[in-house]
């Protein structure tokens, strides 16, 4: 499946460029110091149709896909800022989870949210003790009557106090290892940041984002049958679903992030001069910005293939797992690279590739690490024994 | 009602560049719509907008490559668009102002329209004459370097501010059919957006020849041409400080000392 750019595609990537140039670096700057949500930044992806663009025209989007949703992501990411990674938690988890999972209702009140940006998501998977291993969450939903009862903790939550729903994955049945990724369910939880039962201690991260991370602790919150994306107990194949354009998603994120840096590092290396020429004329500073920027176009053409594979309903896990992993690695790389072209500048808030080298370095780690997407395809695609 | 907006896609150079001929090298060049067509498009958009039954169409005399530049006005809400293009465009090399007047000419004439909007000037050559030669070309009233445009499209009446030297601003009430030529300001051109660029792919984008508007290869004979590129010496050298105005007058304290201007 290759991909072939289209009039279409060239056209999603100048408006979107536009957008993301037009909030600049103080933009950001300001809504990372004091924690704010980039509300008007926002505003203006849903008015001209960019969080709706993969959500189809009867739910108030526009019908395209998770290819044109790559794109869109890149860009945003490559324009500055964090709108790549913030497009990730609602339109992909959000919007991807909803749309072929929820039942006609959910779709009816939560897909239309999206598109039009009145809706934020957040994500509750991680736990303490769990980590990685999302079979042994202690998150219990227990049911009672019409309602469940949810009681546990979870850990790293982004962006709660900005949320309009929550994506929760509990427990509803104890773990059975002769079937063990049944019992596992997902919930939407509306407002979770202002229920009784939900408190948030926030944790110090270092990333530089707008968006807080928070210690979330759950004691009792009621909810109504309803509330189950997909099926009672069957979270796992939901999630296993929707995680290949969590992994494509996250790729853009990072590719995105990884051209900026190179993008500024040219330009950096054009400018700067010391002993008389730009430094950009040495091959020392010239080859590392030209073999990051080889890598992520190759890293950029996989992740392609697994969108336009996932639009065509085949299985991407190999070229989705693929796509994150090289990505988020060529992107740090590309990053330090930058940091390193920019001089003793590189360490300064001004320039923001430090930033970038944060935020690409995140996606090493988050939101799955690149042992287990590695541990993926070594076990799913090469048929090498389970490791773990 | 009928809107015509003519269009050009310019090439614009980076800071540095190699001189390739008669032209910059293809290399050092990018290419996107003409600035000020940016605001003769929005202008009519927003006519449209506020009207009932008003057609924007917009032309262009420029190559294949013009098009995807082109689709993007549609994204934004022009409603059709012609392409004007012939092998003899691309032998002519280069065209004045009347040569494209009365290309354009030939397209009014098909269309007929009742308002034709163009930028003030193209930022390539920068004639800045185009729109008010296609006037006189058709016979048509018209304003120049409009910065402000009142529409009473019932009467047939186009009250318009144009911007003069000096910062002296002319209201004019011009007769319809007419030329404007819209300055930059005038309005804040929109972003396309996802929708628009999605009805665009399937608007009508037609490429006329110049059998098509009955012309020939004569027509396009031109007076001007161009007979050097060169880059002028620098006469000297601007150093632009960016940073905060503590930084900028720190740089600028210690460069007026190393110059000399300042002792100490
Ligand atoms: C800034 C930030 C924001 C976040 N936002 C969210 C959020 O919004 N929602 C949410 O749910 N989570 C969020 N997280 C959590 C994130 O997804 C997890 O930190 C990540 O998945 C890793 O889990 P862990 O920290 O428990 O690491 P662990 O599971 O403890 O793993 C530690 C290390 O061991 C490796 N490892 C573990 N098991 C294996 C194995 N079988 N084979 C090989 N290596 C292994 C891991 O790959 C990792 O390198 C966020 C984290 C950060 C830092």
Redesign the pocket.
């Known amino acids: 499946m290759t991909h072939v750019e289209t009039e279409l595609h060239g056209m999603i990537r100048e408006s979107v460029g536009e957008i993301a140039a037009e909030f600049d670096r103080s933009y950001w700057r300001e809504h990372i110091e004091n924690r704010t949500f980039p509300e008007s930044y926002w505003n203006e992806l849903a008015d001209q149709g960019w969080l709706g663009v993969a959500i189809p025209e009867t739910f108030g989007g526009e019908g395209l896909g998770m290819l044109e949703m790559t794109m869109v992501i890149e860009e945003l990411s490559r324009g500055g800022g964090q709108g790549g990674i913030v497009f990730v938690?609602t339109p992909v988890f959000g919007g991807i989870s909803v749309l072929r999972h929820g039942s006609t209702a959910q779709k009816e009140q939560i897909l239309p949210g999206i598109a039009d940006g009145s809706l934020r998501f957040?994500?509750?998977?991680?736990e303490p003790r769990a980590?990685?291993?999302t079979l042994a969450i202690d998150t219990t939903a227990t049911r009672d009557g019409e309602t469940f009862v949810i009681d546990g903790q979870?850990t790293?939550?982004?962006?709660v106090e900005n949320a309009d729903k929550m994506l929760l994955v509990a427990r509803t049945s104890s773990f059975d290892r002769s079937n063990p990724t049944h019992g596992v369910t997902m919930f939407l939880i509306d407002e979770p940041a202002e229920r009784d039962a939900i408190s948030l201690t926030e944790l110090d991260?270092t990333?530089p984002?707008f968006e807080r991370?928070y210690q979330v602790d759950i004691d009792g919150l009621v909810v109504p049958e309803e509330s189950v994306l997909g099926t009672e107990d069957g979270g796992m194949y939901l999630l296993f679903d929707t995680l290949n354009t969590e992994r494509i998603g996250g790729a853009a994120s990072a590719l995105g992030g990884g051209l900026r840096a190179i993008d500024l590092a040219v330009d950096y290396a054009c400018d700067r001069e010391v002993f008389g020429k730009p430094i950009g004329a040495h091959q020392a500073i010239q080859h590392p910005l030209a073999e990051y920027y080889a890598k992520l176009m190759a890293a950029r053409e996989i992740t392609y293939t697994a969108a336009a594979k996932w639009d065509a309903d085949q299985n991407c896990g190999m070229e989705a797992n693929a796509a994150k992993y090289l990505a988020s690695e060529y992107a740090t790389e590309a990053a330090s690279q930058a940091i390193q072209t920019h001089g003793g500048n590189g360490f300064t808030p001004e320039y923001e590739v430090y930033d970038i080298w944060q935020n690409v370095r995140?996606t090493q780690?988050?939101?799955?690490?690149n042992?287990?997407v590695k541990?993926f395809i070594a076990e799913h695609h090469l048929g090498l024994p389970r490791?773990? | 009602m009928k809107i015509l907006v003519t269009v050009k896609e310019v090439a614009e150079a980076e800071d540095d560049f190699d001189i390739d001929g008669l032209d910059i090298d293809e290399r050092y060049l990018e290419f996107d719509l003409n600035e000020w067509d940016e605001y003769a498009i929005e202008e009519a958009v927003q006519i449209k907008e506020d009207g009932d039954d008003v057609e924007v169409v917009s032309v262009t005399i420029g190559p294949e490559r013009a098009e995807e530049t082109i689709r993007m006005g549609l994204a934004k809400g022009v409603d059709r668009a012609i392409r004007v293009w012939d092998d003899a465009f691309a032998d002519v090399g280069m065209l004045d102002p009347k040569t494209k007047a009365d290309v354009l000419s030939a397209v009014v004439e098909d269309e007929q329209p009742d308002l034709v909007l163009t930028g003030v000037q193209a930022g390539d050559d920068s004639f800045g004459a185009t729109g008010v030669t296609l006037a006189e070309t058709i016979d048509f009233e018209w304003g120049a370097v409009v910065n402000a445009l009142d529409l009473d499209a019932g009467a047939g009446v186009a009250s318009v501010h144009r911007e003069l030297e000096g910062g002296i601003e002319e209201l004019t009430d011009i007769e319809l059919p007419a030329v404007l030529t819209i300055q930059t300001g005038i309005n804040e051109p929109r972003y396309a957006s996802l929708r628009g660029i999605r009805q665009a792919q399937s608007k009508p984008l037609d490429l006329h020849e110049l059998d098509d508007l009955g012309l020939e290869e004569s027509d396009l004979e031109s007076p001007l041409s161009r007979t050097a590129m060169y880059e002028p010496e620098s006469e000297g050298d601007a150093t632009v400080f960016e940073g905060s105005a503590e930084e900028t007058a720190t740089e600028l304290a210690s460069l007026l000392r190393d110059v000399g201007v300042v002792e100490g």
């Open positions: 938690l957040c994500m509750g998977l991680t980590g990685t291993n979870k790293f939550i982004s962006g991260t990333v984002w991370q995140l780690t988050a939101p799955i690490s042992e287990m541990n490791s773990y």
